[in-house]
Every structure is written in C-alpha cells, then in structure tokens.
C-alpha cells in the first residue's frame, strides 16, 4: 500500500494542469480505480483480518484524496499566478502627472516678504502706480527744487501725474485715511527711467511704516532684524549705516553679509563683503506735518527695499532684465517652488 | 566726488590705512563706492621719454628709459619730449604683466600707460614733469604714492563735495583737527578797477572777484594737472585748471573771465532777458528766459550763473588780465535754470545743494596766490566782495533727552556734547537744553531730528540697540481682491500655467498694428519714455502676453501656457488719476500635454481657455454669459465676450488670422488669448460655501442622445434641461460628434430626489418631458 502511495506522488509531480490530474485521479479513485478496487476486497477477507485491513485502506484512500485535493489547489495557484505575470506592468515608465506650471520668483518672493510682515501683524495695502506728483515728492519732503528728486528719474504723465518711483505715496494716502496706530506694508510696482543689467525701468519695492507714540531707531533696528534675519535665515550679519532719505531723520542702509564669500569679498558685493538690502529710517517731521499729524506726538519709522533685488539674491539671478522677458525655460524653474 | 588721499592730508592727518578710513567714512555716513590704491598699482611704470615717433596706423615711439631706448606700439597722441610713465615689456602694471607684442613684422617692447593701467575710469595720459630722470619708478615719486577713493555724497551733504569737506568729516570721525591752508599772496596797485553791480541779489547774495594782471597762459605744474587727473578732470591750462584745483579743494566754484573781452569794465549780475541767448564754452547755444540768473557786461550775458561761463570771455591762450569769479548763488535758481536747460556741470552739482557763503573770499584769494605762483598773474590790491546780506548760523533748540529719544540709547549728556562739537559746530548748554549752531557750510540741519542723526553717526549706528517696538495692533485683513488674486494664481499655476509679469508701458504703434486700440487718445502717454517701444501705458494685458508667445515660439519653445494678473491703465477725467483696474490675461500657444506617451498630441484651443476662466469665475463666485465678440482682435466665429451684470468684463478665444499674419508667425499656431476685469467682478460678488446635505435616497442616472442641426447652442440646452424639473441636479455632456449638416449630443441627467425614492414611472415623466423641450425649442430629435 506504501508502494501505491509512493507511485501517486510520483505520477502527479510533472502535472500542471487539472483535466491530467483528473485522469489520474480516476485511476487511483474512479470507479475502477486501483485504490477503490482494494476496497472492495474487503468483503473477501475474513472478520478478524477485515478490521486491520479495512482501516489501513481507509487510510490510504483519505491519504490519497489529501493529495489530489493538495495538489489541486496548487495548480489552480500556479495558473493564476501566470495569468497575473501576463499584466505585468513597466514600472518604470514615468507616471501620469498634471501639468504644473509656475508662479513668477517675483510674486514668491513677495509673498515670502509678506508672509513675514503679516507675522509681525503688518497689514497690507496699496495705491495707484500713476501717482500725484504731490504725494509721490511734494509731501514726502521733496519739493520740486530739492536736488534729493535727482534720486529719481521720473516718468511724467502730463498735468502733475507721475509713474510713482516708490510706493511710499500709499504711506501717506494711508496717513490721510486711517486713524493711528498704525502698522502697514505696501508692495506694488514702481517706476524710475533707468535700464540696464541691474536696474529695470518698472520694478517692484515693499515699502512699509510704523506710527505710534513712542518709537525710535532703535525699534527700527529690531523690526529690520528679525526681518531680514527670517529671510536670508537666522545667522545673517547685518549691518547699519548712515544714509540719506527725504523723508526720513536719521536715516539708514542695512547691509547684510555677502551671501556668497560670507564677508570675504568678491565680485557680487565688490569686495566690501557686504550687500546693500534695503533702506529705512525715522519719520521726517515734515511728512507727518504734510499728512497733517503733530509730529510732536506721532513718532513713525518706515522702510523699503527692493524684490529684484531680494530675488536676485535668493535665486542667484545676475540679469535683472530675465524677470521681464518671461521666457518660459525661465519661469519653469520656478515649478512648485511654493515651498522652499 | 573722488578724493585723494595724499590730497586730503593736507587738510587733515588720516591716522590710518586706506581701507579703514573708507570703512569709517562708510559707516559714518560718506559711503565709498570704489577704491583705487593707486601705489598697489605701479608695479614696475618708470618715467620714459620720447625721442622720436613715427606716425601710421599704429603710432610706434622711441623711448629713453635712462638704461637704453625701446620701441613701443601705441595709440595715444604724444608729443616728441614728453615724459610719461611706461612699462618694459617683462614687468608688471595694475597687477598685469606687460609682454612683448607684435604689430605686424615689429615688435613692442612694453606699454605706455594712462590712467587706465593705474586703475582709474577715465582714460588720460599722464605727462611728468620734464626735471624728472628718465628711469625714475613711478613709486619713487610722490604723487603716485596715494589712494583713490570715490565717495557717493548724498544731495544733502554738498559740503563734503571738496576736500575741506571730507576733511572735516574726517576731523570728527578720528577726533583729529583740520590743518589751515597756508600761503601768501602779494598784491599790487592797478589803475584799472572792474566794477560789479548785482541787481537779483535774491539769486545772487554774494560776489566775490579778483582782478588778476598779466598771467602767463600754459601747461600747469603736474601736481595740479595730476590732482585733476585723478578727481576724473582733464586739465586745460593753468588758468582753467586752477579754478577746478580750488573748486575741488574747497568746495567753491569759480569762473576765470578774460577782462579784454569784457565790455565797459563792469559786471552785473541780473536775470535774463526773454530772447536772450548765450555761446556756452562747450560751443552750444543756450536760449535763456527772464526766470535764469546771469552774469552780464553791459551789452550781454557773459555766463550762465553758476552753471556755465561763455565762450566769448572765455580764457584762451591769448589771455593776459583775467577775472576771477566767486560767489554764491541761490540752489533753487540754479537747479532751476540747470534743469530747464538739460546742462548739469561741476559747479551746478555744487550750487543745487549748497556752497559755503562764507567762503567765496578765502577760495578767490587761494585761487588767486596760485595763479601768481603758477601763472606769474599780478594780482590787483581792490578786490570785489558784494554782500547782500549777512549769513547767520543757523539756531538749533534741542535736549540731550530729545536725542536719546530719536535714538533709542543712553548717550550720556557729554558724549553727545563732545560729538556735536567735533562736527565743527558751537553748543551752548541752556539747562535741560541746549543751543546749536549749525555753520553757514551745513544745508542740512534745521531740526533736533537731524542733530540726532549726525550724533547717531558719529556715535555708530552699529553701537545703537536692537528693540521690537510693542505697538499692540491686530493686522487688518487683506483686501478680497488681494485674496481672490493670490488665489488664482495658486489656482492656474497648479494647472499648469506659468505667470509672467510684463511691463506696464508698451508701444502705442503695436497696439493699433494688432487692432488692440481703436483710437491713440483713449491712451495714457509718458512725457519722457525710454523708448519709442515703451510710450504708453498698457490698456489691455493682451499685446504683453501676446508678445510673450511671439519671443516663446521664436525660441522654439513649442508649449506656451502663461497667465499675468497686473493692472491696465483707461484715462480717467481730466486731471484725475486713471482707473487702474487689476486684469487677469491667459495666453495659450501650442501643445497641450508636455511629450508623453498617454495622450495624443494635440493643440490648445478655445475650450482649454475657457477650462480655465471657468475655474476662475467659480472662484469668485460670478454668473457670465458668453456672448460672439465683436472685437477686431479675436477671431470673429472662435472667441466670446464675457458678459457680468450686463457689462462687457473680458473677451477670450483664438486671436484673428489677420493678427497673426501680422505677427509673423506662421497661420497654423493657433493662439488663444484673453484677458478678464478682476476688479470690476470681485467688488460685485461674494462667495458663500454651506455644506450641502448628502443624498438620502439613491440618485438616478439617465442618458439621452439628441441629433440636431450644427449650429444649435449646447449651452442653451444646457440650460433648459436644467430648468425642467427642480430634481434634475447636474446635467454633464458625455459624448459629442458631428455628421454632416448633423451633431450629436449625449447628456447624462442625474436626478435627485431629497423626500423619497424615485418611481420608474417619475424618472421616464421628467426624461419625457425633458426631450419634449428639447425637441420643440431645438429641432433635435431622439437617437433611438
């Protein structure tokens, strides 16, 4: 009875399909099957030797069905897992994915500035980019005669309009219009006639003020660090200078450490190791008498800085011109750089 | 306003290096722009001169170096006997070495130098005094022995325009005091006298002359010429080059008259008359008006005051009694007539922002003892010096508490005393306050804000603490079009648009090319452009975003999807600020997947711009309507006007092929363009999201296909199906083809009922009833 075992497995191995599996099947267990035929033998035998018999055929039998049912089970595996190997997939050709296009480095990084003045509770606001020649210099300490108007080369629209060459004249619309205390930034584009590698006839400046009672340069210095610290990361240096600024007293430049030699000197800061960034300072009492405030009481700071510049920077751009050309190999680089 | 270093000691001891003067000066407010160490730059430039020159294409010379005679190649216009600094080819200048050269079949033994090789801007020959010995090293000489430093003064600051002025910066920074200029000046007895008469003595409060007899016109000494060379001014001749010598010295401009020329020996300081006109020294001639000051004989003006002389009583080398003019004029006037006239010159540089008034008589008299020196002039014993009125200094009230305040530091009450005083100003302590004088060379200090900042200044920005002010403020909210257009740009970048940002100025020519203008009054023009190509204000996003496409296609750029959100210009009323309406434009060209291997190749088109101002309408929540465009920029059958309460907002679609044919772009790139008023839909609307209830009973989905004539208006089926029954709650189109004269359209209706279950017989009411609508409004019959 081993021996009909032993000749089952052997038979079954090369078997991988179920309708063989079924002929062999039968010819152990069918009908006339050789397993089935040992069974009925057992009414030949006599009583005392049917039992051990009977039972060791049982056994043999229920051995056998195990098999085939073993077996069975295997090939149905074998024969989905072809089936499943024939949708193989290349896996690796490249996925389905949405276009993505770009915001402009502008808008980032003016967001960037934004972000951090909104912070620092900063509201947001904005005025008309063709200005009154009166809010862009008159009340901003700079008459006509003044020399400081050099500073600017100005694009005239007839009748004492003008492309605004900063955007501080949405500090004074806002001093006109809000009641102090206040705490403002106004982003937008401004106008000065000048082009060349650095320097674009429209580009875009975030100016923005403090007013309150009582306030100093060195407040000043506080909000101008934990800014430019946040931008260009916490380990900046920075350094303040003595400037000039119509509508400022004292006034000043902030430079930060040279981004690129860490102070070293090479040919981006000109060997001074340092980069101009962005100029600020007290409020100048005339402004605060042209918006009709007591400069007795009201003290304010203000600032302003330029995004090409910051972008520039940030991105290593080294033609101010390639933010206006919108050459799209240029833009693409700004794919999904909302997160940086 | 480059300053030399060498120059400046003679006014004040430096006690440092060049790199830590310019980084003090930096600090303290007088930011150096650039630096030139002019004795790191001789390397090995000796003085060489020329014995013999042989002029053609190349000039070649000869030139005795002391030890032997080499050739050299050169473009600079010499003279036989000049003494100039020259390097032997092997050696080294401005920190290049000099090598051997061929022209040709000769060969160039070393270099001659200009100012150039030493490191300076402006290109000059430096001629050497003819005493020095051939082969002297440059770094043997005095004068070579300096640091350029070019200072960027700020308009408020026209003192420090001189050395006397950085000088008495510099006195306050290293706490060192200024040295006295010393010289003597011998005068004589003269006969003849010039008289002045000032008739504006508003524009003009003080005039200061010298009469000057007999001077010798010639080369001046190479120290001056050298001094001038370095502060970037070609010298002339001794006379001319004196009176830039003094102006850069102490800060007055001068002006040398030829006194022969004069007529009648009188001048008189007057206003110009209307139809005036004047032969400047430059040759040109300026038409002057009754609002410029002049400086006049009796017949005409003889200069412009303050800005320029004329070329008629100019010194020449003819001159033999000159007159040497110093005064002061008024910075408004002279800005004024400056700007009017275009002319910016040294001495109007210096007039706008203010020159010492007492100082016209010590820079006349300085002027004066070089020319006898250097000129052999005979100066006259009467000199000239009308004064209008006195020039107090100015009275400042300040507390020391005040400065603290303005500063935000504890600067005890004698460092701040100590600091004002060192700024060469006097103080006078009136118990808890204190009176300063500012000195008739300050144009910038009226107020204790500005006493503050010149003790911050000194005292070092840098020393000053860093504070958070505490001002207790909520910010404000950004304004709903700030949000909404910060919104569509995440919107359209994530979906595969690029923003560009274009110039708000474009060119009004291009505008009426491509039919975007009807008429060039309706534009915004700028007085002064750049250029022609940058004339007007932009009225429409359209021309910028279409010439991005153009310079993408050019650049083979084969997939163009770019969106720009800024504002457009429309004239407004006469005299008020236009209307600035910010505008969002889409600009389609091109493919409309990147290369892959899952979609077909195809182009954009007009639906994919509607996709995409579709989402944006959602965004903000604003019901359009389409209705065909009547613009002449957009194809007339391919493109739509936005309609929004009523009001053409935007138009979008394919560009007409008349535009692109003007455009140079071949016919087959379609170009869709378009451009939406965000300003005036964002104002009108409002956008609530409530959460909808999720369905309490299964919805029902049916599909009709309905064949119809080609010309029939989905969007209006749209809309009637949608109005048939209150429990149809999206109708979709899925499928879409034509046949002939023939469309058909297959719409999938989901039904929705919120108090119960649909009966069959309920959904087939709505359906019958829907394709009974359909069929009478449209002529559309069911497909079976």
């Known amino acids: ?340 | 306003m480059i300053v030399s270093l060498n120059w400046l000691n003679e006014f004040v001891e430096i006690p440092c290096d060049a790199r830590e003067f310019v980084y003090r000066l930096t600090m303290s407010g007088l930011e150096a722009e650039g630096i030139v160490c002019l004795n790191e730059m001789l390397g090995s430039a000796r003085v060489g001169e020329i014995k013999d020159i042989k002029k053609g294409n190349i000039n070649w010379v000869t030139v005795d170096i002391k030890d032997k005679d080499i050739e050299i190649a050169t473009n600079l216009s010499l003279n036989i006997g000049d003494k100039i600094p020259v390097v032997e080819a092997g050696g080294e200048v401005g920190k290049r070495k000099v090598q051997e050269k061929a022209f040709g079949n000769k060969v160039s033994y070393g270099v001659i130098c200009s100012t150039k090789n030493f490191g300076m801007e402006n290109e000059e020959l430096i001629k050497l005094e003819k005493e020095v010995e051939n082969g002297t090293y440059l770094r043997d000489i005095k004068e070579f022995d300096d640091c350029l430093i070019d200072f960027d003064i700020t308009p408020n600051r026209g003192d420090c325009l001189s050395m006397l002025g950085i000088a008495r910066d510099a006195s306050a920074i290293f706490n060192k005091p200024l040295k006295k200029l010393e010289y003597n000046l011998e005068e004589e007895r003269f006969e003849q006298k010039i008289k002045v008469t000032v008739e504006n003595t508003r524009d003009c409060p003080r005039y200061s002359a010298r009469l000057i007899k007999n001077v010798n016109i010639k080369e001046s000494p190479f120290l001056i010429r050298f001094r001038l060379l370095k502060c970037g001014i070609r010298p002339i001749n001794n006379i001319v080059d004196i009176t830039n010598y003094v102006m850069l010295a102490l800060g007055q401009p001068l002006h040398a008259f030829d006194v022969e020329k004069l007529k009648g020996s009188e001048i008189i300081v007057r206003s110009a008359r209307n139809g005036e006109s004047i032969i400047t020294l430059d040759g040109k001639e300026r038409m002057l008006s009754e609002d410029m000051l002049v400086i006049a004989d009796r017949t005409k003006p003889i200069a412009i005051a303050g800005i320029m002389g004329g070329e008629e009583t100019g010194v020449t080398e003819e001159t033999r009694d000159i007159l040497i003019e110093s005064a002061h004029f008024n910075p408004v006037s002279v800005r004024m007539t400056a700007r009017k006239l275009l002319m910016h010159t040294e001495a109007s540089h210096r007039f706008e922002r203010g020159v010492d008034p007492e100082n016209t008589m010590e820079a006349a008299n300085y002027a004066a003892y070089l020319i006898q020196r250097y000129a052999q002039g005979h100066v006259s014993q009467d000199f000239v010096d009308v004064k209008v009125k006195d020039f107090p200094e100015r009275g400042i009230i300040c507390s020391y508490n005040d400065i603290r305040e303005i500063i935000g530091c504890d600067i005890e009450d004698e460092k701040i005393r100590d600091t004002i005083k060192s700024l060469h100003m006097s103080l006078e302590d009136r118990k808890e306050r204190f009176l300063v004088r500012v000195p008739t060379f300050r144009f910038d200090l009226f107020q204790c804000e500005d006493i503050a900042e010149e003790v911050a200044r000194i005292y070092g920005y840098n020393r000053i603490p860093s504070i958070l002010p505490s001002t207790p403020l909520l910010s404000q909210k950004k304004s709903r079009l700030a949000t909404v257009s910060e919104k569509i740009k995440d919107v359209l970048s994530n979906n595969g648009l690029s923003e560009v940002i274009n110039y708000s100025f474009v060119n009004a020519e291009e505008l009426k090319k491509y039919n975007l203008i009807r008429d060039e009054d309706e534009l915004i023009k700028i007085s002064n452009p750049l250029s022609s190509e940058q004339n007007v204000m932009r009225p429409t996003l359209l021309l910028g975003l279409l010439n991005n496409v153009i310079l993408n296609v050019s650049r083979s750029v084969l997939r163009v999807p770019l969106f720009e959100i800024g504002r457009i210009f429309i004239k407004g009323e006469r005299g008020r600020l236009p209307y600035e309406p910010l505008t969002l434009g889409i600009a389609l060209s091109g493919r409309r997947y990147e290369p892959c291997w899952y979609e077909r190749e195809t182009d954009f088109d007009f639906y994919d711009i509607k996709g995409f101002f579709e989402d944006v309408f959602y965004l903000i929540g604003a019901d359009v309507e389409y209705r065909q465009t009547k613009n002449p920029f957009f194809h007339p059958q391919k493109a739509t006007d936005v309609v929004f309460e009523k009001k053409i907002v935007g138009h979008f679609g394919e560009i007409h092929p008349e535009v692109i044919h003007k455009t140079g772009l071949k016919v087959k790139n379609t170009i869709v363009l378009g451009e939406i008023n965000l300003s005036e839909m964002v104002e009108k609307t409002r956008k609530v999201i409530f959460f909808r209830r999720l369905p309490r009973y299964p919805l029902v989905i049916r599909d009709i296909s309905l064949l119809m004539e080609r010309s029939v208006q989905v969007g209006e089926i749209l809309k009637t199906i949608e109005d048939t029954d209150k429990h149809i709650d999206k109708v979709y189109i899925f499928d879409l083809f034509t046949k002939g004269k023939e469309k058909s359209v297959g719409f999938r209706i989901i039904l929705r009922n919120d108090e119960k279950t649909f009966t069959e017989d309920e959904v087939q009411y709505i359906i019958d009833r829907v394709v009974q609508r359909i069929e009478e409004k449209f002529a559309a019959r069911l497909r079976r």
């Not at chain 1, 063709?130 to 300490?141: P, R, T």
């Not at chain 1, 060459?165 to 809000?178: A, G, W």
Request: aromatic share 10%; hydrophobic share 35%.
């Open chain 1, 1 to 340: 009875m081993e021996e009909i075992l032993e000749k089952l497995k052997q038979e079954i191995k090369e078997i991988h399909n179920l309708e063989s599996l079924k002929k062999v099947k039968a010819a152990y267990l069918g009908k006339k099957g050789c397993i089935t035929k040992l069974l009925k033998n057992i009414s030949t035998l006599s009583a005392e030797k049917r039992k051990n018999y009977g039972e060791k055929v049982n056994r043999l039998k229920r051995e056998a069905e195990k098999i085939f049912s073993q077996k069975s089970e295997s090939i149905k595996k074998e024969i989905e897992n072809l089936s499943l190997e024939r949708e193989k997939l290349d896996i690796t050709l490249p996925g389905r994915r949405y276009a993505k296009g770009s915001l402009h480095p502008l808008s980032i990084v003016l967001r960037e500035i934004e972000d951090i003045f909104e912070g620092l509770n900063f509201s947001i606001e904005e005025g008309p980019e063709i200005e009154y020649e009166l809010y862009n210099f008159d009340m901003l300490n700079m008459p006509k005669e003044h020399p400081a108007r050099d500073m600017h080369d100005t694009f005239y629209i007839d009748e004492g309009m003008l492309l605004r060459t900063h955007t501080s004249p949405v500090q004074i619309r806002v001093l006109k219009e809000k009641v102090p205390p206040l705490m403002f930034i106004s982003p937008g584009k401004v106008y000065r006639r000048d082009a060349d590698i650095s320097h674009s006839p429209m580009f875009h400046q975030v100016e923005g003020m403090i007013v309150d009672k009582k306030l100093s340069f060195s407040h000043l210095k506080g909000i101008m660090t934990v800014f430019l610290r946040k931008f260009f990361g916490e380990e900046t240096e920075l350094r303040f200078r003595p400037s000039y600024f119509p509508f400022t007293e004292p006034s000043a430049e902030v430079d930060i450490q040279c981004i690129v030699c860490k102070g070293n000197g090479c040919r981006l800061c000109s060997y001074t190791g340092f980069l101009e960034i962005l100029g600020c300072g007290v409020v100048h009492p005339n402004v605060f008498k042209a918006a009709g405030y007591d400069p007795e009481i009201w003290k304010g700071l203000a600032f302003g800085m330029g995004v090409e510049r910051m972008a520039m920077l940030k991105y290593g751009i080294d033609d101010i011109r390639l933010f206006f050309e919108n050459d799209y190999r240029f833009l693409k680089n700004f794919s999904l750089t909302a997160v940086t």
